[in-house]
């Protein structure tokens, strides 16, 4: 597998020269930006965002049923009610991400879905019982500037542009319940594989998102059942590489590493879509990318410290 994600062409190239944390992770971002592109170019064609997910969903249970296999671990895990509520929160995050994706601008639509840090601090503290710091209040701070400025831009310049307020929501929405969802996997990975709570996500997705679709299936061309096959592949490449990754690099720089997933998305919405993105997404993209970069790193100066 490993040989499969570094090909030839690569050993003798500038990636070679880097850790290999930091090259999963690159792959891994750029895999995860592939899969938005084309979330986006199969949506602009009118296929239901519920039609998307499921197609999604199909790969990702097949190669995660076959993962389990090759480990030889029960399918079902231990804490059943819990995975379940994985799976649920999961499908409906990966919903919001999509519209999101197929109503917002590239650049915008990521930098938006990296708003769960701020999420998932909230949530850890409520339920987890886990004591914000200084840094968290910091990400806090700068990611709500953050957000103000790129959603509402005329706030500073009368001219500038403002984002579709529903679609931000969606996206705000989206980021929420991947919060949600890293907070249940952070509990479950006490007790399960990780195989199976990956399992279990596009276990519970693929008939949830059949039965939102109804029977407004759209039969897909041969490029649209393409686009959707690459969805998964390229959804299944960035999970693989990010696994990689963490498994390579401590968690902190693999996370932050994860943010030039931001430069490709505003590389790929020029090259596909025409899209540039304007100087306050960027002004505020920073600010929220920096507040969580603050966080991590200021996170993991206090787990050092204690």
């Known amino acids: 597998m490993l040989k499969a994600l570094t090909p030839s062409f690569f050993k003798n190239s500038v990636l070679s020269q880097l850790p290999v944390g930091l090259r999963f992770m690159l792959l891994s971002a750029f895999g995860f930006s592939l899969m938005a592109a084309c979330v986006k170019l199969v949506s602009a064609s009118g296929m239901p965002i519920f039609q998307i997910v499921a197609a999604r969903a199909l790969i990702s249970l097949v190669l995660s049923y076959l993962d389990i296999k090759r480990k030889k671990i029960p399918v079902w895990g231990n804490n059943k009610p819990l995975l379940i509520a994985r ?7 990966l919903i919001c991400v999509y519209y999101a994706i197929a109503h917002l601008p590239l650049a915008e639509a990521t930098i938006l879905q990296y708003l769960h840090p701020v999420f998932t601090a909230i949530l850890a503290l409520l339920f987890l019982k886990e004591r914000i710091q200084l840094s968290t209040i910091i990400c806090i701070a700068l990611s709500i500037l953050g957000l103000v400025i790129t959603v ?63 029977g407004e299936i759209q039969m897909p061309t041969l490029f649209e059942a393409a686009l959707l096959l690459l969805v998964g592949i390229f959804t299944q490449i960035g999970q693989v590489c990010l696994t990689k990754a963490m498994q390579t690099e401590a968690a902190s720089k693999a996370t932050a590493y994860s943010y030039i997933q931001v430069v490709f998305s505003i590389l790929l919405g020029a090259f596909l879509f025409s899209e540039l993105p304007s100087v306050w997404t960027l002004l505020g993209g920073s600010l929220i990318i920096i507040g969580t970069l603050i966080n991590i790193f200021g996170s993991q100066r206090a787990v050092s410290s204690s």
């Open 152 to 214: 509402k831009p005329n706030m500073l310049a009368s001219n500038a542009i403002e984002l579709p307020t529903f679609a931000v929501g969606i996206a705000m929405m989206g980021a929420f319940f991947s919060a949600v969802a890293y907070t249940i996997v952070k509990s479950l990975s006490k007790s399960e594989d990780s195989s199976v709570i990956v399992f279990y996500f596009p276990f519970i997705a693929l008939p949830l998102s059949l039965i939102l679709l109804g």
């Open 87 to 93: 799976g649920t929160v999961g499908t409906f995050g």
